[in-house]
C-alpha cells in the first residue's frame, strides 16, 4: 500500500472548506522534533467509506506487517488522513498485534502535536491494554513528558480500559491522580474525559477519586464528572 498512491486517490475528496477548519478545531503547539501536521481535507464519513474498500481484503499477518509501516511512514509524514487509516486499518487486524508495536509508538511519541491525533494514538494503546498485550506500567515513562502530548497520552491510554473496568481500575486512577494538580487545557480535559468513562463500570470509585482529591482537581473535572454519575450527562441541559 503505497502512501503517495493513497494521497492521489484522497484528493479528489478533499473539502477546502473543511481543511482549513482543522486547525482551527485541533489547534497544534508542534515539538521541535515533530513539526506541523497537515490534513488533505477528507471529511471523516468520507475517509471512513474509503478506508471500507480500501481494507475489504485485509486478513494476513503479511497485510498486518504492511499496516505497520504504511503507519509508521504516515506519522513520519505527519498527515492525519494516512494516520488515521492506518489506525482503522490496524484495528481490522488486531489478532496480529504483538508488544513490538509499542516500539513504532514510541517513535510516534515525539511527533505529536495536537489532541486529535493524540488520542488516536492512545486508542491503539488502550487497545493493547484491552487485549492484554501492554498494561498502563509500560507507559509511564511519559509522566513526566516535556510535551503536553505524551502526558495527555498516558492519560488516555486509560480512557477504554476504565469506561470496561478492565485492569488494574485502582492503577489508573493512581495515574490520573498525578495530574490532579494541573492546569493545562488539555490534561484537565483528559482527566474528565477518563473520569468520566470509568463512571459507567466503576461509579463508586470514580465518586470516591473526585470527593478524595476535590481541593486539587480543576473545578471542570468536579462538575463535569459529578454531572455524569448524578445526570449521565456530561454538561446536562437545565
Not at 513520519?76 to 509499542?102: S, T
Not at 498485550?133 to 515513562?141: A, F, K, N, S
Not at 495515574?175 to 490532579?180: A, E, G
Request: aromatic share 10%; net charge neutral.
Amino acid at each position: 500500500m503505497n502512501p503517495d498512491e493513497i494521497l492521489k486517490q484522497l484528493e479528489p475528496l478533499a473539502d477546502e472548506e473543511y481543511r482549513e477548519s482543522i486547525d482551527h478545531f485541533t489547534p497544534q503547539t508542534p515539538t521541535e522534533e515533530g513539526g506541523r501536521w497537515t490534513s488533505v481535507g477528507v471529511r471523516v464519513p468520507v475517509l471512513r467509506e474509503f478506508e471500507k474498500s480500501l481494507f475489504k481484503q485485509l486478513k494476513t499477518s503479511e497485510d498486518y506487517e504492511m499496516l505497520v509501516a504504511f503507519t509508521d511512514e504516515a506519522y513520519k509524514r505527519r498527515i492525519r488522513e494516512l494516520a488515521a487509516l492506518g489506525f482503522g486499518g490496524l484495528c481490522r487486524l488486531k489478532k496480529y498485534w504483538r508488544k513490538d508495536l509499542l516500539d513504532y509508538i514510541h517513535e510516534w511519541v515525539p511527533l505529536l502535536s495536537d489532541w486529535g491525533m493524540t488520542d488516536i494514538t492512545g486508542g491503539l494503546l488502550c487497545y493493547m491494554i484491552l487485549q492484554d498485550i501492554i498494561t498502563i506500567d509500560d507507559l509511564v515513562e511519559y509522566r513526566d513528558y516535556p510535551s503536553v502530548w505524551g502526558r495527555r497520552l498516558l492519560i488516555v491510554a486509560t480512557v477504554l480500559p476504565l469506561r470496561k473496568g478492565v485492569g488494574d481500575v485502582d492503577r489508573y486512577l493512581e495515574i490520573i491522580s498525578w495530574y490532579r494538580n494541573s492546569r493545562e487545557k488539555m490534561i484537565v480535559k483528559a482527566i474528565s474525559w477518563a473520569l468520566r468513562e470509568g463512571s459507567k463500570s466503576n461509579p463508586d470509585k470514580i465518586r470516591e477519586f473526585i470527593e478524595r482529591h476535590s481541593e486539587e482537581l480543576h473545578s471542570s473535572i468536579l462538575r463535569e464528572v459529578r454531572n455524569k454519575l448524578d445526570k449521565g450527562l456530561k454538561n446536562p441541559k437545565r
